[in-house]
C-alpha cells in the first residue's frame, strides 16, 4: 500500500500560517482524490478539504475556505495544505489521506491514511 507521510506542524501564534506536506511513498496521487483532515482533542475527525490532483478541482470546508489551500506538486509527489490566518481552534492532529474515486470531505470514502502531524495555534 502506499505509504502517506505528513510533515509541517508545528506552533504558531494565531494569524500565522503554516504549510503541512502529504508526501507519498510513490506516484499514485493522480487517481482518485486526497483529502485533508483534522481531529482536535475531544473532538470528531472533520474533513477540512480535498483535491482531485488529475485536474486541480478543490473543494473546502466552510470552515477554512479562504485561508486554507491545497495544491499539488506532482514532481515530488506532494499535496500541500497552505494554512493562513489560523486561529486557536484550528489546533488539531492534521491528516492527508487518499480515495480511489471521488469524494467529498466524509472520512468514511477514504481508505489510505497518514499518521499526522500536531498544529497547535496560540491566542
Known amino acids: 500500500q502506499v505509504q502517506l507521510l505528513e510533515s509541517g506542524g508545528g506552533s504558531v501564534q494565531a494569524g500565522g500560517s503554516l504549510r503541512l506536506s502529504c508526501t507519498a511513498s510513490?506516484?499514485?496521487?493522480?487517481?482518485?482524490?486526497v483529502g485533508w483532515f483534522r481531529r482536535a482533542p475531544g473532538k470528531e475527525r472533520e474533513g477540512v478539504g480535498r483535491i482531485y490532483p488529475g485536474n486541480g478541482y478543490d473543494y473546502y470546508a466552510d470552515f477554512v475556505k479562504g485561508r486554507f489551500t491545497i495544491s499539488v506538486d506532482k514532481d515530488k509527489n506532494t499535496v500541500y495544505l497552505q494554512m493562513n490566518s489560523l486561529k486557536p481552534e484550528d489546533t488539531a492532529i492534521y491528516y492527508c489521506?487518499?480515495?480511489?474515486?471521488?469524494?467529498?470531505?466524509?472520512?468514511?470514502?477514504?481508505?489510505?491514511w497518514g499518521r499526522g502531524t500536531q498544529v497547535t495555534v496560540s491566542s
Open positions: 510513490e506516484w499514485t496521487l493522480n487517481r482518485g482524490c
Open positions: 489521506a487518499t480515495a480511489p474515486g471521488q469524494c467529498g470531505l466524509s472520512p468514511s470514502v477514504y481508505n489510505n
